[in-house]
């Protein structure tokens, strides 16, 4: 409920872009699996921009339209990934599932990157 009273908080001046960073990390599953939905039926009404900042790969997949892939440190955009899928989103279709590998791909290269830059 938290999370609904804080969406709501920031809805009520009426912004054109809302920030989320890592709002549902806190959730668990089922809770998380319902503030996504939430989250999609209230981006489809109001029509707002939403930057939304999550560790999670399949809830970058599910709720976006583009995910950013990020360096370590210093954190620059290492890969722009380009979501065309329609909602709502299944989590087993093949291309949700490439998607989601190409994301952990893009992510293993990149720390392997930094340990390899560590070492020296």
Excluded: C
């Excluded at 054109?16 to 209230?42: C, G, H, K, T, V």
């Excluded at 709720?63 to 329609?86: A, K, N, Q, W």
């Excluded at 989590?91 to 599932?97: C, G, L, N, T, Y």
């Amino acid at each position: 409920m938290k999370q609904r009273v804080g969406i709501a908080r920031s809805l009520a001046p009426d912004p054109s872009i809302l920030l989320m960073d890592e709002p549902f990390a806190s959730l668990d599953y089922q809770n998380r699996i319902l503030m996504q939905d939430e989250l999609l039926r209230i981006w489809g009404h109001e029509t707002k921009t939403v930057v939304f900042v999550t560790h999670n790969i399949e809830e970058a997949v599910k709720l976006s339209d583009r995910v950013l892939v990020l360096t370590h440190r210093p954190g620059r955009v290492r890969e722009l990934v380009s979501v065309g899928l329609p909602r709502p989103r299944d989590e087993a279709d093949p291309e949700f599932v490439r998607l989601k590998l190409q994301i952990t791909r893009e992510l293993q290269e990149e720390l392997a990157q930094e340990q390899r830059r560590s070492v020296l």
